[in-house]
């Protein structure tokens, strides 16, 4: 892990820059964002509270049709990250742009074209689930029309067709979950911000959120998402970037951060290892980390280890493939699922 005492911390905020000319409303309602520029640019992106720093000279770069995921345990400045990133927070230093636009400078006329979805659920309780669509739908400045056309597509697309008519407290966590992604479609964005998008469903419904995903990222959507989940960065996510303490400490694909920062197999043991046993094969490994009650031994050739461990009664353990837990756990020092 790189030193985090190294690089200059967050520094004072430079120069307001110039206010943008404000967009006459057909300006806004055609205007996309700026497609052959990156979707999201950062650059040394700096907020401090109470002294201590929460996002630390944070630099990213998402390309327009990517799904780029953010990585990190509790604290690392991830949800301030996207607040930053929305205008909804304003940085002490660093360059924001989202489609070529400056932000926070111009923070509404970009919010316009950006989905949210956050970690918690917000709809409204009152009102049924097509309500909660139309509503959404007036916020942007929809037309009645506009909304009695997109809101039907939204209800196929999220599977709630049978209960457009339904209050939102007799739906489950899992249809929650697939409104609040249909109500951050209302204003057809062309990037989606997804705040742990998953937290709190069971695999059925963790899986349909998923493939509703896949299907936005098929249509050329741009996707930022934050997520605990190993598997679901792995299956959704082009790139990846894992901060700790508000700095970048890794990014690329699954596939390179596996082979950049474990690159090989690991070998889990289970339970109540005895120290002798550890101390054993110890020589067998390229290094042996532990996360509660779980040893985990990384080597080249898992052959030996395996072997010396067969002849261990009462000792449990699994050889696999390295995977992003892995890889956050040496980085971090924390599981994914732990958080």
């Not at 049924?128 to 009645?144: D, I």
């Not at 479609?185 to 742990?196: G, T, Y």
């Not at 299956?235 to 303490?245: G, N």
């Not at 890889?327 to 924390?334: A, D, E, I, M, Y």
Request: with cysteine; proline share 7%.
């Amino acid at each position: 892990m790189p030193d985090r005492h190294t690089r200059p911390r967050c520094g004072e905020a430079p120069g307001a820059a110039k206010p943008q000319p404000s967009p006459t409303v057909a300006q806004q309602e055609s205007a996309r964002f700026v497609m052959t520029a990156a979707a999201i640019e950062v650059t040394e992106l700096c907020k401090t509270y109470d002294d201590r720093p929460v996002v630390d000279h944070l630099s990213l770069r998402v390309a327009p049709g990517e799904c780029f995921g953010l990585l990190g345990p509790n604290g690392a400045g991830k949800t301030t990250t996207l607040r930053m990133l929305l205008g909804l927070v304003t940085p002490d230093a660093g360059d924001i742009r989202l489609g070529g636009m400056p932000v926070p400078q111009s923070a509404p006329e970009a919010r316009r074209r950006i989905g949210v979805v956050p970690q918690f659920d917000n709809l409204d309780p009152d009102f049924t689930v097509r309500e909660n669509l139309a509503v959404f739908g007036r916020y942007f400045g929809l037309s009645r029309a506009e909304i009695r056309e997109r809101v039907p597509a939204l209800l196929a697309f999220a599977r709630l067709e049978a209960k457009a008519d339904a209050r939102v407290g007799q739906l489950s966590g899992g249809m929650k979950r697939r409104l609040t992604l249909a109500r951050a479609l209302i204003n057809n964005p062309d990037l989606l911000v997804l705040d742990e998008p998953t937290t709190g469903l069971d695999p059925q419904a963790r899986h349909l959120i998923w493939e509703r995903l896949k299907s936005l990222m098929n249509e050329g959507k741009t996707i930022l998402l934050t997520t605990h989940f190993m598997e679901e960065a792995e299956r959704l996510c082009h790139r990846l970037c894992v901060i700790d303490a508000g700095r970048k400490i890794a990014e690329g694909t699954p596939p390179e951060l596996v082979a950049r920062e474990i690159g090989c197999d690991v070998v889990e043991l289970f339970g109540d290892v005895p120290r002798a046993l550890l101390a054993q094969i110890s020589p067998l490994a390229e290094r042996i980390e532990t996360s509660g009650e779980t040893h985990f031994c990384y080597v080249r050739d898992a052959a030996p280890l395996v072997a010396a461990l067969q002849h261990q009664p009462g000792v449990r353990y699994l050889h696999r493939r390295a995977n992003l837990e892995d890889v956050f756990l040496k980085l971090t020092g924390r599981e994914m699922r732990d958080e």
